[in-house]
């Protein structure tokens, strides 16, 4: 996949070698094959035109366009250009700049058309657009008046311009026949010549063999300077100095023949020789092979003991992870299921929330409404209030005028007292009035945080994806240690599965916590407008919500619930399905009806998790049997006298049933392996899962210093802390 592929640290080591021989090796070529690289470095354009290289070797690489680091103009001295297994989609129009190009090998790319520039290459000779995408040829072809070779199989050409039979030099074209319209399919199979006299009868020219025009094509291009050049473009010899040379070969051939007559001869007189010493050999062989045999047989008897243990241990082993490849391919199962189930359960909150918000905005005008009619009545309370309150002033004035003849009397005395106790009493006043503004945000802020807590415990969405990141990272610390057990066994094939299945988690952990950052930043958003509506003036603001949360399901559905029998609840709640309550009080569904419900019904309910019907169904088992020995328990007690002795019959008999599949279930994580050692101080326990390998491997001490893993050596990119019991 391409998102994934990345440059691999022996494709580097290659690259920075290569670089360095083009800048130190006099030879005029550049090779950075096979590099895994994008883009082409800009230093090699800089190094094409200041040492004038004229070879440049770009194959087996993903690079998907020449123009992205440098210019085409500083490739003007390439006389061969090779880019065949890369990404290329489309040819920039400066191609034309390289004039002294001679051979274009463009195979195994994606190209879909060939640029109108690229007639210009007057100088080219072979051109290999071999295995792409090509609908047709342009006109503009015509003008490579030296091409010798063209190569057009694999594509979606059809049809050949009339104008390819301008090209007089052309050799060898390469096409494929079956697909060809113009010229026809026979006319194809029959070869280039006859494909280059059709075009010509059609053009109007008469045919001429390319043998006629290539003693221009040859002469032009300059030769080049290195031995390596030399071998890869041979120019062809006159005939008169090939003439001299056969005769120079058979000259040579009867000095040869000569030469080999006198070597026969010492050949035999050396086989004499090598005989009477191999007749003394063999006795000293004798009496080796027999003591080489008998310790051949001790080590033969060794390794088939060792063989036959490594074998058993190796059986196991694979046993063991089939065991882990089927619950890994069940786990990814059951997360797609829950993934569509979750998709259509978030719809309905959505919808749910969208009438919950209606209904707060019917609240607030109701609200206002309330506090209109009930500034109203504070009003009319207060006219009568300030009627009473002219009364009594009255009475007041005739009162003061009949104290202040005794009050004058004894304020003297009392003046120095009293200021002291009002001082006094005022003090205690603004103390307490401190006490309680500050018990006063100690419970709006207490109340918030619970609102808050209350709001991620009823967030479906949010619980979905927290316990979907706990199975993944069980499996991938699981599938780490297999992966290490792997590498001890050097198995291979094994361990490309592990690391697709371990690829696949990873891929999916990250899109899940994802998820769970976005699902809490529109929580963390809706409690800061909700926090923006507190501070417009309500009171007590925190605990209206609070209870408007616990009491946001439909009052229908409330009702449904609660009339639903306490045994379905007790095996729902011990089957942790407690999400499917609402479901079964919808059904109306009766410890009866339960009693009698198959797979089949349970998914036509809507409850798709597989793990979830099973334990529903070993619970309602549980249920019948013990219903079976309470029956039997009340037939006894009924035939035998009822002593006070006797002990009450309790009906909390689940909690032992409880405690052993919670049991079963952590002897199964732990005999899985999860709790494997460190890979680094091998003493703790791996705690630490490393992003994007997916490995858990070292302990939380160790690999805080860590920039690699261990285990693969790729970069540490994130590190989660696993709570593993």
Not at 305 to 332: G, H, P
Request: with cysteine.
């Amino acid at each position: 996949m391409h998102l994934f592929r990345s440059q691999s640290d022996e494709a580097k080591k290659r690259l920075q070698h290569q670089l360095y021989l083009a800048q130190e090796n006099p030879e005029p070529y550049i090779d950075i094959s096979g590099c895994q690289i994008s883009s082409i470095p800009s230093t090699v354009y800089s190094t094409c035109r200041v040492l004038n290289k004229e070879v440049l070797l770009l194959h087996d690489n993903w690079i998907s366009t020449l123009e992205e680091t440098g210019k085409l103009t500083d490739l003007i001295p390439l006389r061969v250009l090779d880019l065949h297994n890369n990404d290329i989609k489309t040819l920039p129009e400066n191609i034309k700049h390289l004039e002294n190009l001679q051979v274009l090998n463009l195979e195994g790319n994606k190209l879909k058309k060939l640029p109108e520039e690229i007639g210009d290459l007057h100088n080219l000779q072979t051109l290999n657009v071999k295995n792409n995408k090509i609908h047709e040829l342009p006109k503009c072809i015509s003008g490579l008046c030296r091409l010798r070779t063209l190569d057009i199989s694999n594509n979606e050409i059809t049809k050949l311009p009339v104008d390819l039979c301008m090209i007089r030099t052309l050799e060898t074209l390469t096409l494929d026949s079956d697909h060809m319209k113009h010229p026809s399919t026979s006319i194809c199979e029959k070869g280039t010549e006859e494909i280059m006299k059709t075009l010509c009868n059609e053009y109007g020219i008469e045919y001429q063999a390319p043998s006629n025009f290539l003693l221009n094509v040859l002469d032009t291009p300059k030769p080049m300077s290195s031995s390596w050049s030399n071998n890869s473009f041979k120019v062809r010899k006159e005939e008169v100095k090939l003439l001299e040379t056969v005769e120079q070969y058979q000259n040579l051939a009867d000095q040869k023949h000569r030469e080999r007559v006198e070597l026969e001869k010492q050949m035999c007189d050396e086989q004499i020789a090598q005989a009477n010493l191999a007749n003394a050999v063999g006795h000293n062989k004798q009496h080796l092979v027999e003591s080489i045999t008998k310790d051949q047989e001790k080590i033969e008897q060794e390794l088939s003991e060792i063989s036959t243990r490594k074998e058993a241990e190796r059986l196991k082993l694979f046993a063991e992870l089939v065991a882990v490849e089927k619950s890994a391919d069940l786990l990814i199962s059951q997360l797609l299921d829950i993934n569509e189930k979750a998709k259509k359960t978030e719809h309905m909150l959505e919808i749910v929330e969208k009438e919950r918000r209606a209904k707060d905005d019917w609240f607030v005008v109701r609200w206002e409404e309330v506090q209109n009619l009930r500034k109203r009545d504070v009003l009319v309370a207060m006219e009568k209030m300030l009627k009473e309150s002219d009364e009594s002033e009255i009475l007041r004035q005739t009162f003061t005028s009949d104290r202040e003849h005794n009050a004058r009397r004894y304020l003297a005395e009392e003046q120095s007292t009293s200021d002291k106790q009002l001082q006094d009493i005022l003090h205690s006043r603004d103390v307490g009035q401190k006490v309680l503004i500050h018990t006063l945000a100690q419970q709006d802020e207490l109340q918030k945080q619970a609102f808050e807590v209350l709001q991620l415990q009823k967030d479906a969405k949010h619980q979905r994806i927290t316990s979907e990141i706990e199975l993944i990272e069980q499996e991938l610390a699981e599938l780490s240690r297999i992966e290490r057990e792997r590498r001890d066994l050097r198995a291979e094939t094994e361990m490309n599965l592990l690391c697709e299945k371990r690829i696949a988690l990873c891929s999916m952990l990250s899109q899940l916590m994802s998820e769970q950052e976005k699902r809490q930043k529109e929580l963390s958003k809706r409690l800061l407008e909700m926090e923006e509506q507190r501070l417009d003036g309500q009171t007590d603001y925190w605990m209206v919500q609070y209870q408007r949360l616990m009491d946001s399901k439909p009052q229908q559905l409330i009702d449904q619930e609660r009339n639903l029998e306490i045994a379905v609840v007790k095996i729902l709640q011990k089957s942790a399905a407690e999400d499917y309550i609402p479901v079964f009080a919808r059904h109306r569904m009766t410890i009866e009806t339960m009693l009698q419900l198959s797979e089949d019904d349970m998914k036509q309910m809507g409850i798709y998790e597989l793990g979830v019907r099973r334990s529903i169904l070993n619970n309602i088992e549980d249920y019948k049997r013990h219903n079976k020995t309470t029956d039997k328990e009340q037939q006894f007690a009924s035939c035998s006298d009822h002593s006070p002795s006797a002990p009450p019959a309790t009906t909390d008999v689940v909690s032992p049933d409880e405690g052993l599949s919670a049991l079963r279930r952590q002897k199964s994580v732990t005999a899985r392996g999860l709790h494997s050692e460190c890979a680094i101080c091998l003493d703790q326990e791996s705690q630490v899962l490393f992003l994007n390998c997916g490995h858990v491997c070292c302990c939380s001490k160790c690999s805080e210093p860590l920039t690699e893993c261990p285990l693969c050596r790729a970069a540490i990119v994130q590190r989660i802390r696993l709570n593993l019991v």
